[in-house]
């Protein structure tokens, strides 16, 4: 019972996230535990006791959240026209490295070409992307122990 409804509270976490994409995953891997679950089971599945709010995320409009997925999984540099707190508008070539997902906001944890150093851009404050065919190096995983180490030193 309660990986049901670990699985079920995640799936509908999800949506706070305002990520079409994975929402569809999230309602696929739902639909699919309903063909393999027992059926006494099934109804927690149809009808969870539990509620999830729907967070306070902004849709991201300048960016797709799948297209940053991808570029993560490929090592592919994203060029982002970005808006900062201030209202000022920069372009800046990034190479994106993590995705975090707070109730909110969603970031983009990447290295900035510009700033020759790790930022994280707000996904809702990006006005317009592009993937571009510019690779980064593929092995991320020095990187990314960069970007954690620096994370927790900022903690």
């Given at each position: 019972m309660e990986e049901i409804e670990a699985i079920t509270v995640g799936?509908?976490?999800?949506?706070?996230i305002r990520d079409p994409k994975l929402q569809e995953?999230?309602?696929?891997?739902l639909s699919k535990l309903q063909h393999i679950v027992p059926k006494e089971l099934r109804s927690y599945l149809a009808s969870p006791r539990f509620y999830v709010s729907e967070g306070d995320a902004v849709r991201p409009e300048g960016i797709e959240l799948l297209d940053?997925?991808?570029?993560?999984?490929?090592c592919r540099k994203i060029t982002i026209t970005y808006i900062d707190e201030?209202?000022?508008?920069?372009?800046?070539?990034?190479?994106p490295i993590a995705t975090i997902y707070y109730?909110?906001?969603t970031l983009i944890a990447a290295w900035c070409e510009l700033r020759e150093d790790y930022r994280h851009f707000r996904a809702d404050r990006i006005v317009?992307?592009?993937?571009?065919?510019?690779?980064?190096?593929a092995?991320?995983?020095?990187?990314?122990?960069?970007w954690m180490a620096k994370r927790s030193q900022n903690s």
């Open positions: 799936a509908n976490l999800v949506h706070r995953a999230a309602e696929s891997v940053v997925r991808n570029a993560i999984r490929s201030q209202g000022r508008r920069s372009r800046r070539t990034i190479w109730v909110d906001v317009q992307s592009e993937v571009l065919e510019d690779r980064y190096a092995d991320s995983g020095p990187m990314m122990a960069e």
